[in-house]
Each structure stands twice: as structure tokens, then as C-alpha cells.
């Protein structure tokens, strides 16, 4: 049988949709590369924003459109909020039912197939947030918290990295609120990087208030730890993270920003920031260009805020119109992709380790451990190489460096 997976939304997601099709291939089945050959289509859905729910659903109509005779599976958040209109097409399938779901599809036309691994891989270590921001759906949808226990997250490491994985991306809602047994985040770290195998760790986005001391002090000391933190800040100014329901103040995001600053490796910061929220003025907005330029984010991923029913700021009054948000956008995005150039500028002939996970012809394309897209040439396997940053490559303001090995 010839399955399909469509991923929308996070890297929770992805790592759910990695495990769905790992337990496919496992049963004997073979990933295809568009839904017009499967027989099998799994969808999986976002709602984190209006634009996340209309994707998820003209992607299904899409989807069954392409195909009308496969089975189709909808999962995810967008059919847990009602009001993300998920038509109803396929078999709807919440979250946590998902992966048991496909023991159906065991006994069905196994053919023999290896599982060919991943070289980069999303580990979930935790589920579900309730922090309530006031523009955020997600604590509505998955506000249970819930941690994978240490010697899971130990064991999925251990087989993933024997059958190839070299970088583990441990994935979660609100990963900073990991607790298994008295066991915390920087514990957890602890016990990993103490497994003696070769491969490199990443944490795939902190809030900021939940970064401690020690555990800037532990990442600092290994090197098995990417040099790389996306602390989430979301609004440029006090006012606009009170109104956010966020759990600190601008100062407190520059002081652990000058604290890592402070630490002996050079550890790049990617971050989220909100344009448009419910009370941003234009000195705010300008505020925030100023502190793209300051700050220098390797990267920063920029959301036009969008209303969700049932949060807080849906009921605020002073909404930015539509026309001031998406100008603020473009210019905001503008004012990025000069910071994200200056970022990349400062890396050339510095020393990296980057590693290939695509291979064109004799091109590798991969991530370097502070997590910069790199491109190098004459490679001929997905590894770690070393080299230093060489040239930056920028197609439509997609940056890329060059790497000489
Ligand atoms: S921390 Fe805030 S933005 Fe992040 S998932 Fe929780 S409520 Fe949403």
C-alpha cells in the first residue's frame, strides 16, 4: 500500500507525522511523494491561526479532490476546534487516537520494506501548554500537560541514533515545562548528552521565562548541545506583552539575552515575534524595526496576529486594521531579511560543523549547529563536516551559506 502524509503547523506535528509514517513503513508500506498514488492519505491539521485553519481546510478538500478513492485521515488541532470548520470529509481522528489508529493498516498488502532513516529527527518529550497567552489557541485544544517518561525519550534516542539519526530535535508545546518524575528539562540534557553515541541535541523553542541559569550553564559546557535557543519573545514592548498574558517583562528578555551573550560559546537566538497585536501603535512598530536591527536574531519568524475565538484578545477593542497589519509585515519583513544578511556576514570564515541531509548530484544541503542553512560542495554522504562559513547565497531572500570544507 502507498501512503501520503500533508503536515501543516509545528514541529510537534511533524514529529507526530514522522512517527505515523515510521509505524507505516514499519508494517510494510511505502511513502509516495504526491496523494494522486496513495491509498492511504493522512492529514495532518493546524489551527494555531485563521490562516492555519484555511489551510487545513483547502488542503483536505485539495487532497480529496486529487483523490477521491483513498482512505483519508484528518487529525491534529484544527479538528479539535470546532471552530476551524474542518469539513467533513475522511476519517476524523483526534491526536491522541491517531498513531493506534493505523494498527489497521497492519495486516493490510505488507510488502517488505526497509524503514531508510532520518538523518535529523523530531523527538516529542512534551504535550500541551497553560499559560494562556491571549492571542494563542492552543492551551484550548491541548491544555492537558503531559511529559514522555525519561527512559522513552532515552530509548526512541538510542534506536533512532543506531539506525542513523545524527540529530535529535527534542520537540514539545512548551518544552520548558518538561517534568517526569522530579525529573526537569536540564536533567533530562543531562541524561542524554551522557549517552555515548555520536550525534548532536537541539531544543526546538523555550519561553524565554523558563530558561534557568543552569540550564544556560549546561548547554554552554556541551558540546553535544547545538548552540542555538528560539526563545519565543512575541511583543516588542511591556505594554504589548502584558496584553499578551506573556510571563515577563522586555527587561527580563534582554537580561537573559545579555546573559547568554555572556556565556562561552557563541550561541545564535532565533525568536517569534507577533506584528498587528490589538494595541500595537505605530511607536510600538517602530520600536520593534529598531530592535530587529539592534538585537541581530539569526532569524526571527514574524506572525501578522490573527483573531481566534475563544482567546482573550478576540474581545479587545483596539484591533490594528488589515491594510496597517500587512503594510507593517512587508515592512517588518523588509527590515529582516537586512538584519538576517548582517547576522550571516558576521559568521563568514568562522568555523562550523554542518550536517548533509539532502544530497542533489554532488550538492549537500544541511544545518550548521547554530542551525544556519548551509550548502556544500562535493559531497558525497548525509554526515557532520566541518569547514567554515564561505559565501551567502540569497535566492528571493532565501539565505543559505556556502561552505568551504
Ligand atoms: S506558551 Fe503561550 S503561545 Fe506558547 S503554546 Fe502556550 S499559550 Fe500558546
Redesign the pocket.
Known sequence: MFFYIKTLGCKLNQAESEEAKKTLIEFGHEETSTAKNAHLIVLNTCTVTHIADRKSRQMLRKISKDNNSADIIVTGCAIENKLSNIPDIGTIIPKNEFIPYLAKYKEINVKNNIYTSQIRKNIIIQKG?N???SY?I??FVRNELVSVPLEDILEQIKTSVNSGVKEIILTG??LGLYSYKGISLDNLLEEIVSLPFDFRIRLSSI?PNLVTDKLLTFIDSQSKICPHLHL?LQGSSDNLLHLMNRKYSFDDYLTLLAKINFLNRKIAITTDVIVGFPGETEEDFQFLLNLLEKLIFLDVHLFSYSKRDKTKAYSFLNHVPENIKKQRMQIAQKKLHFCRQKYLESLLNKECICLIEKIEGTLGYGYSEKYVPCLISNVSSKEFYQGKYHKIINQNNDYRVEINI
Open positions: 501548554c499559560f494562556f497567552c494563542c492552543i492551551p508545546i512548551n519561553e519565543p
